[in-house]
Every structure is written in structure tokens, then in C-alpha cells.
């Protein structure tokens, strides 16, 4: 991919949240995101004015011509990855459409049982970019959420687009920042070293919530584990809080999260260590 296919972000919130209307999407349109999603989607899509849909199939959408869809892969908050012929489905049901697909893939780094596999690749855009756009941050990889640092790359006429709108808005990546992506960029060892982080407490917290009872679904990459147990997902906040956890409330990612939670693997070690005490000991 050439340079004119990457552009630099103030991290990837604000971009999840600022490009429906800096594509252009707005009042009459429609974006069409996961049935559970990260909250910020459905934000995007009221400062631009335009009509949420939620829905994981493209069938689900049945004659509608929306103006971007979002897809999530690994998914906040469920951990949920899509296959490659799933992706490919999606891209070309919306080429069919002329809309814009853009796939967060902040966590696409964190696989654990399955290997996530970009929007961008061949097997699932043939090579072709056009009406394609990838999300990425260096807050999970490189624990790097304090210096805002993320970027989006695909259709190099989308990017241009959106570097013309960004540089007038003030939405500039400052250059140290810049500096330290690339840097960060090129180095894959502290990847694996962060991932070994997060594979460890994975497990210590996924042994803990089994034994106080919870199922894990889905979870097969990520920084979380979507876990019930099977009643209403305040129920299990407040269980959990009551043992010192505090962990977020399937709800706030969609009507259908309501008997699930999820739980973030972004503790220090000790932390995550003394939490799974307290809920073998309390099972």
C-alpha cells in the first residue's frame, strides 16, 4: 500500500466518531453497525445526522442501500472474529451498493483462538481497495493510549477526502507522535511481548470467572472476555463489584447484551491476580 493510502489519527475514537460526516454521510442516510457494538458507532452516527441500523448479516438489511457500514473485527466488546469469506460477503455486498465499508480492527493484533484477518486483504478485497477502509490504534499493541495515536488506511481516494476535511479541521497528528507510530510501527518485539501480557492474564481471569460461575462466549481474540451467567447482566455487575471487579454491563453495546458483561484484560498483573483470588475463594 502506497503512502497515499494511510492517513494519521488523534487515536481511533475520534476518528470512529467523526467519519460518517467527515465522509459526508448525513441526514437521509443510513450506517448500518454490529448488533453489538462499541458505543462510539452509534455516536458517529447521530453527529452526522443520519440513521443507525444494526444488524450482523447482510440479509438482515434486506433491500436497504446504506451509506457506510461499519464491521468490527475482533469485536469490542465480544471478542467475536470474523472469517475471511464473511468479510469478503460484506464488500462486495456493498460495492453492490456503492456504499463505504469500514472495519475497526484495533484488536486485530490480539488473536488467541483464531487468526483475525484484515478487510484489507486479498482474499477478501481481490486486491481491490476501492470503498474500503481499515481503523487501526497503537493504544492495544504498543500501549500507546496516551499519545493518541492511530490511523486509517485503504481506498486512496476516501484518504484523500479525508486529509483535505482533517488538515482544515485542525485534526493533526503532531509530529512527535508521528515519530513515535512509526517507530512503534516498525518493531514487532514489543507486540509480542504485550501480547504475552495480556495472553497470561486471559487465562488466569477466564480460570476465575469459570469457577464463579460464568460462561465465556465467543472471546476468541481481543482485550475482553464476554461472559454471563445467564441472568441480567446488572446482576453480574453488581456481584462483581461486590468482590472488588468492576466490569461493563453488556447493555451498553446493544439491545442484545442484556445478559452479558464484559470484562477488560487492561489490569496490571497483580491486580488481575488478586481479583481471580477473590473469586476462587468466593465461588
Known amino acids: 500500500m502506497g503512502i497515499d493510502g494511510v492517513l494519521p489519527s488523534i487515536g481511533s475514537k475520534e476518528l470512529v466518531a467523526w467519519l460518517p460526516t467527515l465522509l459526508g454521510v448525513g441526514a437521509g442516510d443510513t450506517v448500518v453497525v454490529p448488533e453489538l457494538a462499541y458505543p462510539t458507532y452509534d455516536v458517529g452516527v447521530r453527529l452526522a445526522g443520519a440513521e443507525l441500523v444494526r ?42 451498493r456503492d456504499a463505504i465499508v469500514v472495519s475497526d480492527e484495533c484488536y486485530i493484533e490480539l488473536g488467541w483462538e483464531t487468526e483475525p484477518v484484515s478487510v ?20 492495544k499493541r504498543s500501549n500507546l493510549a496516551g499519545y493518541r495515536a492511530g490511523f486509517v488506511a485503504g481506498d486512496p ?3 484523500k477526502r479525508l486529509l483535505e476535511v482533517r488538515k482544515h479541521a485542525g485534526m493533526i497528528v503532531p509530529a512527535p ?44 481474540a481481543g482485550l475482553y472476555l464476554w461472559a454471563t451467567r445467564g441472568d441480567d447482566c446488572w446482576a453480574a455487575v453488581d456481584f462483581l463489584a461486590e468482590r472488588g471487579i468492576l466490569v461493563a454491563p453488556g447493555e451498553f453495546y446493544g439491545p442484545t447484551g442484556g445478559r452479558h458483561v464484559r470484562i477488560a484484560l487492561t489490569a496490571t498483573d497483580e491486580r488481575v491476580d488478586a481479583a481471580a483470588a477473590r473469586l476462587t475463594a468466593q465461588k
Not at 436497504?64 to 460484506?90: D, F, M, Q
Not at 512503534?184 to 464463579?212: F, K, T, W
Open 120 to 139: 484489507l486483504h486479498p482474499d477478501v478485497c481481490h486486491g481491490d481497495h476501492h470503498g474500503v477502509l481499515a481503523v487501526h490504534s497503537l493504544s
Open 157 to 159: 481516494a476516501l484518504i
Open 177 to 220: 507522535v508521528q515519530a513515535a507510530m512509526v517507530a512503534a510501527l516498525g518493531d514487532q518485539e514489543h507486540v509480542a511481548e504485550q501480547r504475552e501480557r495480556y495472553r497470561r492474564r486471559r487465562e488466569v481471569l477466564r480460570a476465575a470467572i469459570g469457577a464463579a460461575g460464568f460462561t465465556v462466549e465467543q472471546s476468541d
Open 55 to 96: 444488524a450482523d448479516s447482510t440479509t438482515a438489511l434486506g433491500p436497504r442501500s446504506p451509506a457506510l457500514v461499519w464491521i468490527n473485527s475482533p469485536s469490542n466488546p465480544t471478542g467475536r472474529v470474523l472469517p475471511p469469506e464473511h468479510l469478503a460477503k460484506v464488500v462486495a455486498w456493498a460495492r453492490e
